[in-house]
C-alpha cells in the first residue's frame, strides 16, 4: 500500500496552504472537501510545483456516512494514511439563541464529531506506519466566546482531545494541534455573514504564514502551535486572564 497524507478541509484557506507545504516535502496527497472543482485547482498548483497529483475525493464531511466512505475510497485505492491533518470546519457569529439550531449543530458535528471519527478511524493505520495526526483548532479554543459560543467551544474540545492523544500517543505518534488567530480567509465570510467583525481584524496572520508554521512543527511533533507573536501573548494570558474580563473583552470584540 501507499502512504498518503490526507487533508480535510483542502478546497481552500489553511487547508490549501498545508496541501502546498505536505507537496513540497514530498508527501502523496489526498485532498477532501466539497468542492471537486475547488480541489482540482489545488492539485492543479500542486502538479505545477512538480510533486505527484493528489488524490480527489469530494465528500459532505457533515453526512455521517462520510468517514466510512472515505475509508473505503482509500482502501480501494490501496492507499494507507500516514499523516491525518482535520482541517475542516466552521464558525458562526452570532447569539446562541437567535443562530439556526441546524446550522450551530452541524458546527458540533463537523468541527467535533467528524474530527474525532476520523482519528479514531485511521488511527491504527498511522501507528503502524509510525506517522501523525494534526487538528486545526483556533486561538478560540483558550477561552469562552460570547456571540460565537458553539464555536469556540467546539475548539475548546479540539485543543483539549489534542493534547490528551499527544500525551497518549507520545513516542508512538505525532499529535499538534494547529491553533491560528483571524486569518483572511472563507471561513470569516461564512462566520460573520457579511457583518463586520472586529475580532477578525485583530492579530490577524495570513493563511501561508499559519501553514507553513503549523507544517515545521507538525513534523517536529510539537504539542501545540500558535501562529504569530500577538496570538501566542494572547493565548497565555487567556488562563490568566480574569474569567469575567475575558467573557467582557471576547463580547466586545466580536458583537
Known sequence: MNNVTVITGASGGIGEELAYCAAKAGRKLVLVARSADKMKAVADKIVALGAPAPEIVALDLGNPASGEALANTLKQKNLKVFELINNAGYGLAGRFEELDAADQ???????????TDLTRRFLPEIIEA?????????????????NMAVYYASKAYVLSFS???????????????????????GFSGRANKGQ??????????????????????????????????????????????????TLSLASRLSR
Request: aromatic share 6%; proline share 8%.
Open 130 to 146: 509510525k506517522g501523525g495526526v494534526m487538528n486545526v483548532a483556533s486561538t478560540a479554543a483558550f477561552q469562552p466566546g460570547p
Open 105 to 115: 449543530i452541524g458546527m458540533v458535528d463537523l468541527n467535533v464529531r467528524v474530527l
Open 196 to 245: 463586520d467583525l472586529r475580532l477578525m481584524k485583530l492579530s490577524m496572520t495570513s493563511a501561508d504564514f499559519v501553514a507553513s508554521r503549523g507544517w515545521e512543527r507538525f513534523q517536529r511533533g510539537q504539542r501545540v502551535v500558535v501562529p504569530g507573536v500577538l496570538n501566542e501573548i494572547s493565548t497565555t494570558l487567556a488562563p490568566l486572564t480574569p474569567r469575567a474580563l
Open 163 to 185: 493534547e490528551a492523544i499527544w500525551y497518549e500517543l507520545k513516542g508512538r505518534v505525532r499529535v499538534t494541534c494547529l491553533c491560528p488567530g483571524p486569518v483572511p480567509t
